[in-house]
């Protein structure tokens, strides 16, 4: 049987939600409220980086039973730490993406404006594309990422190759009955389609995708209840 035949009480997610939190070692202890009401979770609380607030929202649709996260949380940085200047956050983002290695930022460009940073320019894949901005999400002082990166992926384009990898990705899942699922492929981007119970199935068909060769994007359109 899939897990997300499974239901849970409103207590049972919340124990879950505030223990998710407590093993996300982003997420600062006793800083985030939870309630919930259904299947919908309700954050509130002060955190002092976007990454927390990333985190919480994240981590509280990956728990069974949850369909929506009303994120009311709000990211106040300390008064005490001073804010890097925009010059000073290209070089800070620049830097954690040339380290990190499974990003390819030769044809990248990083641009800052009252903390708000563009991507632009070309990766190699998708992934590529999600782990930039997640990394420059992280940095302190960003208050928000423009991702335009393109995809230029070094893999031949065939759909059906491609069709045939994501039908095997989501089979193997144990979140996701690929029966629920319907998919499309043009030149590489990936439209899914389909409903499921749980927002976990949702995100786990889409994080299925991400190390498939070819894929240049997806756009996940499966519906929820």
């Known amino acids: 049987m899939r897990r997300k035949d499974v239901t849970f009480t409103e207590t049972e997610i919340k124990d879950k939600v505030e223990r998710f939190f407590r093993r996300d070692s982003r997420i600062p202890a006793g800083r985030i409220d939870v309630s919930v009401a259904g299947s919908i979770v309700k954050l ?13 929202e994240n981590d509280a649709y990956m728990v069974l039973g949850v369909k929506t996260v009303d994120n009311q949380l709000r990211v106040v940085p300390p008064e005490t730490q001073e ?61 928000e990422v423009r991702n335009n990166l393109v995809i230029n992926t070094r893999d031949d384009v065939n759909d059906e190759l491609i069709a045939d990898n994501i039908f095997e990705a989501l089979d193997a899942d144990p979140l996701v009955n690929v029966q629920d699922i319907d998919i499309s492929i043009n030149n590489g981007l990936v439209t899914l389609s389909g409903n499921v119970q749980e927002y976990a199935a949702a995100n786990a068909a889409h994080d299925a995708l991400l190390y498939i060769p070819g894929v240049r994007g997806i756009v996940n359109n499966i519906t929820i209840g």
């Open 83 to 143: 804010q890097p200047t925009d010059p000073e956050l290209e070089e800070i983002v620049r830097s954690t993406l040339i380290w990190n290695t499974q990003v390819n930022t030769a044809d990248m460009d990083v641009v800052a404006d009252k903390g708000v940073i563009e991507l632009s320019g070309s990766v190699y894949s998708y992934h590529q594309k999600r782990l930039a901005e997640e990394l420059a999400s992280s940095i302190q002082g960003v208050s």
């Open 44 to 56: 509130e609380g002060t955190l002092e980086t976007r990454e927390a607030f990333r985190a919480a």
